[in-house]
Nanobody
Framework: QVQVVESGGGLVQPGGSLRLSCVVS????????LGWYRQAPGKQRELVAG???????NYGDSVKGQLTISRDNAKNTMYLQMNSLKPEDTAIYYC?????????????WGLGTQVTVSS
């Protein structure tokens, strides 16, 4: 069974930085396509950044230039480096782990980590 666990959220001042981590276990980590999503109060969940199993990356339009997504297959971990944080970045950040064909497909989410940007 796949388990997805996020960490690294917290309270940070505007202009500050955070690094989120997502550990995925239960299947071979290298076959996952991974993504970070966020959901602010009263808003829909949106894609922040994604990284495929062959290391292709994409970013949401609202965060381009501000974030860097990466993965370390040896540590079963994906990261999201967030810089120049703004109050509007406040949200719960979720990790999504997807396996696509030719492997047995699966789609799993973590419980999220809260990021609050406030002075």
């Amino acid at each position: 069974q796949v388990q997805v666990v996020e960490s690294g959220g917290g309270l940070v001042q505007p202009g500050g930085s955070l690094r989120l981590s997502c550990v995925v276990s239960g299947r071979r980590f290298s076959i996952f396509d991974l993504g970070w999503y966020r959901q602010a109060p009263g808003k829909q969940r949106e894609l922040v950044a994604g990284i495929t199993r062959d290391n292709r990356v994409n970013y949401g339009d609202s965060v381009k230039g501000q974030l860097t997504i990466s993965r370390d297959n040896a540590k079963n971990t994906m990261y999201l480096q967030m810089n120049s944080l703004k109050p509007e970045d406040t949200a719960i950040y979720y990790c999504n782990a997807v396996v696509q064909k030719p492997y047995v497909p699966s789609n799993d989410w973590g419980l999220g980590t809260q990021v609050t940007v406030s002075s």
